[in-house]
């Protein structure tokens, strides 16, 4: 995201996007790639949510959340672009506020990697990740690319709670 200090992301954390919703696709590749036509739409207010959940020493990647979310409203699967684009929102709009802060660092991208579009990007999340106990392993020669070590030993289930 771009100008982060001239946007209000608690406002747009409740928006209302016209969300939740049920898209059928029918783009075969998505179909085939996703497997199914029913793509579920979440408003961003509910990755905010589920990132509340995570407790400490735990962590989620948006990939849990996305199929946390298809199960829980009978969904294929969740559009992985605004889940991107909403974990993100949630990331700054915690960071914006004075109070209720969403541990937005407990949540990672694929294979437990670090992610870069969370305010301070990168070396802020890492630190908030080891000061909580977690490994932070370095990978890449150029493209240097940051992950918890043994991320899938501490993941947070969410459908495993209900």
């Not at 962590?59 to 684009?85: E, Q, S």
């Amino acid at each position: 995201m771009a100008n982060e200090d001239k946007k209000d992301f608690n406002a747009m954390l409740h928006r209302d996007t016209g969300m939740p919703k049920i898209q059928i696709v029918t783009d075969q590749k998505t179909i085939n790639k996703y497997g199914g036509e029913k793509m579920y739409f979440a408003p961003p207010i509910t990755y905010d949510e589920i990132m509340k959940t995570v407790p400490e020493g735990k962590v989620i990647t948006i990939g849990d959340i996305r199929d946390y979310l298809a199960k829980k409203n009978n969904a294929d699967f969740t559009d992985p672009i605004t889940a991107g684009i909403f974990v993100s929102i949630a990331a700054w709009a915690s960071y914006q506020r004075k109070d209720h802060e969403t541990p937005y660092w407990r949540t990672l991208k694929a294979n437990g990697e670090l992610n870069p579009k969370y305010p301070g990007g990168v070396e802020a999340q890492k630190e908030k990740l080891e000061a909580e106990g977690h490994v932070i392993l370095k990978k890449g020669r150029t493209n240097i690319k940051y992950y918890v070590k043994d991320y899938k030993n501490i993941r947070y289930c969410p459908l495993c709670d209900q």
